[in-house]
């Protein structure tokens, strides 16, 4: 019986993600879009706060939840050259683990950022943190250290001092790394279980924010990196480019949005691509109003949501055409996220808004927790993790 | 045996008897060191984490004498070890060597990061830990240890300040920074003082360099020039007249800097021009030979040479300026040493893209300004025409 019992749980162990949990920047896939129900529309620093734990230093990643962990980054000491990845029970906010790094990159970078800007990614076993820093590290969930890598001694001439901020993100057991910047600008492919290079392709030397998305094209599982010039589709598992797109007005910090064939690339004009089959991207719509500055739109049934300077926008996403925008204020760092038909926007001075969609929207709440709120947001397990900027909070009913 | 020392294995030998393994652990710890670029020997590495943290406690000084020449990314791997033992012997309710801990943090030879990990180790288990030992370390030369230092001290002072106590308050301003190296504590320092009716000269306090010999302007288009060697990177002479940018002559101009944080402002020294290389020149006498870090803050593309030889190289523009912000390691020689800066502008247009200054210090690998004095040898007196202050 005891045989029994250990081998369903390495079962469970050994699954990757559940399919509530929110494994990466922007959750699933990167879609901003959670399966939950029933999450709180209202809430305070007090008011539907299940847990909220300190956080070291500061920093705007966003938390990542899978089998029941929690999963954030910070930084922290003068200048912030001490990097920690820490570990919470997301039921009750225990603080399992620790673990630090000090920076061996430069830690210049925009006062908004920090070196704790990139979003870890996680299988539900493990969990790769990336830094501004070019500190890179994977974590068995328990904290044990698989492997760790100072990438500015691999590449010594990788610079951005406006601060690294893009997310790595997985495809199978590759973990895939945007290290799009003013000097040796790269995209990587890394094997999960070593950290060693499966390949390395060069990039458009600028610095760059975009968080890379993994598809499928062709039969083919690919990511996609994007700079203000391209966006181009690379096999994941080795690093061939499959199609491209260039333009030279494409965003440098959004992340694209899929519809089925669609890819939304945002920028100024967004284009959306009909990717065929012989990887020939085609554009199908252009249009101005998807021209958020920071925030990364998101698609749900059928419909595309993206922050303007002042609000929200909806526009169809087969034909770009814009159906409504409603102001929300100003202060979109975050990008916004979707559960149970409501959109959840962070913004910069600590509030969310709630807005519950339709063929008109209608806003339902402004939650403040009165702290620096530049951190997506991430919904799992009943629950909406906010990451301020000194402290992680879930906010949940109370069990 | 690989990379470990024959003293570091003294040293392992010499720990206490409940230490783990000599040779084990540093067997061990030497795969910890191995690790190499491109995740080379991850493997290894990530078995012998496991197996050192499985050590316990007491694998504890043997991690932190392991990263006293370990790189900084073998130090990170060391680091989890220890933070990981000590996490979970706290958690189990398990005590740390503090013992050896303390002696570990005491003795200044060990890397200071280390004796850092070893002082927070510590804290973990004490709480008085800071009170019994930051007294002590205001001239430590681990930064984050002297840090802590400063801002114990600064609270002292602080407090005579709430009791009026101005004296009082003035003295430990100045004791505190006799250790400050950090721009914000010296700044508070600077400010609480010039308040106090007492100036403090910053230039001189962080070693920033303040005369200086300019020459502009090579050729910079599309960035190019960043990687052409221009005559002063073969040698400078100061009476020399070169074929600059556009087949203009380009002079050397003495300039001397009065701005607290040593910046030179090329565009008022040099006149506005984009797309262009400037070179910043200036011999150093230093009364002994010693490393020597030389940061430098600028929002151009830069490179520093000490005597002759590339010491750093950052080719970005506009994107950010700080002190310190690039950080050059280097060996002073005892007597005259040649300084060379190269300050590359590039040519974008936008208003937030027209800055070209720099500014230059010399301190020792905590922060703290090592002695020197610009030399005036007749060689270095370049036309007088050129005199200038920013």
Known sequence: MKRLLLSVILLLLARPAWAGDWPQFRGPGGAAVSEEKGLPIKWSATENVRWKAELPGRGVSSPVIAAGRVYVTSASTYRERRLHVLCFDAATGKKLWERQFAATGGTMCHPKTSMAAPTPVTDGQHVYALFATGDLAAFHRDGDLLWYRSLLRDYPDITNQVGMAASPVLAGDTLLLPLENAGDSFALGVDVKTGRNRWKTPRRREINWVTPTVARFGGKTAVLFQTSGDITAYDAANGAVLWSYKNDKLGTVPSPALLDDLVIVPGNPSVALRVSEGGNPEVVWKSRKLAAAYASPVVYRGKIYAMTGIGVACLDASTGEELWRERLGTGFSASPVIADGKLYVAKEEGDTSVVELGDKPKILANNSLKEPLLATPAIAGGAIYLRTEKHLYCIAAKK | ?390
């Open chain 2, 1 to 390: 045996m690989g990379r470990v020392g024959f003293g570091q294995l003294l040293a392992v030998f010499l720990l206490p008897a409940a230490s783990v393994s000599a040779e084990s652990s540093v067997e061990v710890l030497a795969r910890l060191k191995a690790v190499g670029r491109e995740g080379e020997h991850n493997e290894a590495a990530a078995r012998a984490w496991k197996k050192v943290v499985g050590q316990g406690p007491a694998a504890l000084p043997a991690i932190l004498q392991a990263m006293d020449d370990a790189d900084a990314a073998s130090a990170n791997w060391l680091r989890t070890a220890g933070d990981t033992i000590a996490e979970r012997a706290v958690a189990a309710g398990n005590s740390l060597p503090a013992e050896a801990l303390e002696q570990f943090v005491h003795q200044t030879r060990h890397n200071g990061a280390a004796r850092r990990l070893a002082y927070e180790w510590l804290c973990r288990v004490d709480a008085k830990t800071p009170d019994r030992l930051l007294a002590g370390m205001l001239q430590d030369p681990s930064p984050e240890l002297r840090r802590d230092a400063v801002a114990a001290v600064l609270k002292q002072a602080r407090s005579q300040l709430d009791k009026d106590d101005k004296d009082a308050a003035r003295a430990a301003y100045r004791r505190a920074l006799t250790g400050a190296c950090d721009k914000d504590q010296v700044d508070l320092i600077a400010k609480e003082l010039d308040k106090l009716g007492d100036k403090v000269d910053v230039a001189a306090h962080f070693g920033f360099v303040r005369q200086w010999l300019l020459v502009a302007s090579f050729d910079n288009h599309d960035d190019a020039g960043f990687n052409v060697a221009y005559p002063p990177e073969k040698g400078v002479d100061p009476k020399a007249v070169y074929k600059g940018k556009d087949g203009k002559e380009a002079r050397w101009i003495a300039v001397t800097t009065v701005d607290p944080y040593g910046m030179v402002d090329l565009n008022k020294a040099l006149g506005k021009h984009k797309g262009v290389v400037a070179y910043a020149y200036a011999a150093i006498e230093s009364p002994q030979a010693r490393p020597v870090q030389i940061r430098a803050g600028s929002i151009n593309g830069i490179k520093i040479f000490l005597n002759g030889k590339e010491l750093y190289h950052l080719d970005e523009y506009h994107h950010g300026m700080d002190v310190d912000q690039h950080i050059a390691r280097g060996t002073l020689k005892a007597g005259r040493n040649e300084l060379l800066l190269k300050v590359c502008q590039n040519e974008q247009n936008e208003d937030w893209a027209q800055e070209w200054k720099f500014q230059v210090r010399l301190c020792d690998a905590v922060g703290a300004a090592v002695p020197f004095t610009r030399t005036h040898s007749k060689t270095d007196n370049p036309p007088k025409r050129g005199e200038a202050k920013p």
